[in-house]
């Protein structure tokens, strides 16, 4: 029986991108300079966390190896990786530091065209597609139309959105045309139906996503994101790991957003939940319910969306220490034949100047009861993770990519 798991901790880079100045990320790590931080007692909260960061179950499957890999920077103590551990560092070849990038890559389809931008001037949006927003979308006009942090702008326009109607729409260094509203002044509904009329209206500029920012309060400073958020992406222009997967008959369960990234291609069934923690609870149930040949592809958010974004150091260290926490129950889960693979889509750095995400390499690290492990070394593309799995789960081999199967372990 061969069953793979693949954990995404969405932003969890360990820097060391060869190409990082071309994104203005030279130097940015997002687990180097959280480790770091905490270490230098940067990273402390009064009732949330203190001291070092301790995450000694991901360091048991090789992460501080992973980020020497990747940097050449000791990070942790020495520790040495468990024996079935595998762990190495990814670059990204894909253009762009997004999640579907990210995720595409991993999935084996790097992407090799460039996304379309939207310009950080005022406004961000070309006068025909706002008047094509307004038109189809039957909406009085759109606040925003600039670069901005999701919080900062809800503060900023949400009274007045509530006041005329007007959805909040906005964009960032990313592909991405986000639109916030309130869940019941707006409507949840009427904001997702929104969303789809708006993704049609960006196809012709190549953009990445749409994403529905719901959410709720009645002022400024009141005003608090939900996690009904939903991405419209467009769909891989290749068929990815997901696609090979289904077709023949394999199941691939996914945990979270990964649905969304991948717009529901290759896709047997969706879980989501609110929150990394309940999502671990359906990534579980998950593993609990894969038979053999099956997928179980999950995306933990918060770490991006909660505290990257929003440059919390205290609050990722620990995020990354209450997953850390639950990783044992998903040990637990493995059966001869299993591999599970941790992983990022991209970085995400909270000490770094801005909100945006950071151009790094990723931690590849995971094990298995039949596998061997060792180090994978530095991998030239995300895509080798999912030859990997390709091959694992008995698959033909794919365009992109090279597996590291023979590394860690023969088929069980
Ligand atoms: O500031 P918020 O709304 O969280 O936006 C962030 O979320 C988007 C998707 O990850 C990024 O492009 C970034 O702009
Ligand atoms: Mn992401
Ligand atoms: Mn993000």
Request: aromatic share 8%; with cysteine; charged share 25%.
């Amino acid at each position: 029986m061969a069953r793979a798991f693949l954990f995404v901790l969405d932003s969890f880079g360990i820097g060391g991108a060869a190409d990082a100045e071309r994104y203005g990320d030279a130097g940015a790590n997002t687990f180097g300079h959280i480790a770091m931080a905490c270490a230098e007692g940067r990273g402390d909260r009064a009732g949330l966390r203190k001291g070092p960061l301790a995450v000694p179950n991901m360091f048991s499957l090789g992460l501080a190896r992973a980020a020497e890999t990747a940097t050449g920077l000791k990070l942790g103590n020495g520790e040495l990786p468990q024996a079935a551990a595998f762990h190495g560092a990814a670059q990204e070849v894909s253009s762009g530091k997004d999640t579907p990038s990210g995720h595409w890559e991993i999935a084996a389809l790097p992407v090799r065209f460039d996304w379309g931008y939207f310009p950080d001037t005022v406004p961000a949006f070309p006068a025909e597609l706002t008047e094509a927003i307004i038109r189809e979308g039957k909406v009085p006009g759109i606040l925003g139309n600039c670069h901005a942090p999701g919080t900062e702008i809800i503060e900023r326009f949400g009274e007045e959105h509530i006041r005329t109607g007007k959805p909040i729409c906005y964009t960032s260094v990313d592909s991405v045309l986000q639109i916030a509203a309130h869940e019941t002044h707006f409507g949840l509904q009427r904001l997702y139906e929104f969303c789809k009329v708006v993704r049609r209206l960006v196809d012709p500029l190549n953009i990445g996503r749409v994403i529905a920012r719901p959410f709720i309060g009645e002022n400024a400073g009141g005003f608090e994101r939900t996690h009904n958020r939903r991405d419209y992406a467009v769909p891989p222009p290749e068929p990815t790991l997901l696609d090979r997967l289904t077709a023949r008959g394999s199941q691939v369960i996914a945990v979270g957003k990964i649905g969304d990234i991948f717009a529901h291609r290759g896709i047997s069934e969706v879980r989501k939940a609110a929150g990394n923690m309940a999502m671990f609870d359906q990534a579980l149930g998950a593993m609990d319910d894969a038979g053999d040949g099956d997928l179980v592809f999950a995306n933990f958010v918060d770490f991006d969306t909660e505290f990257g974004h929003r440059r919390d150091v205290a609050g990722y260290a620990a995020a990354l220490e209450a997953f850390d926490r639950r990783l044992p129950e998903a040990l637990a889960k493995l059966k001869q034949g299993d591999l599970l693979i941790l992983t990022a889509d991209h970085g995400n750095d909270p000490t770094w100047r801005g909100t945006d995400h950071t151009r790094e390499c990723i931690p590849v690290i995971g094990t298995g009861p039949g596998l061997k492990g060792g180090d994978i070394g530095p991998r030239a593309t995300f895509a080798d993770i999912g030859e990997t799995v390709a091959e694992h789960l008995g698959l033909a081999r794919g365009r992109h990519g090279t597996s590291f199967h023979a590394t860690i372990g023969a088929h069980a």
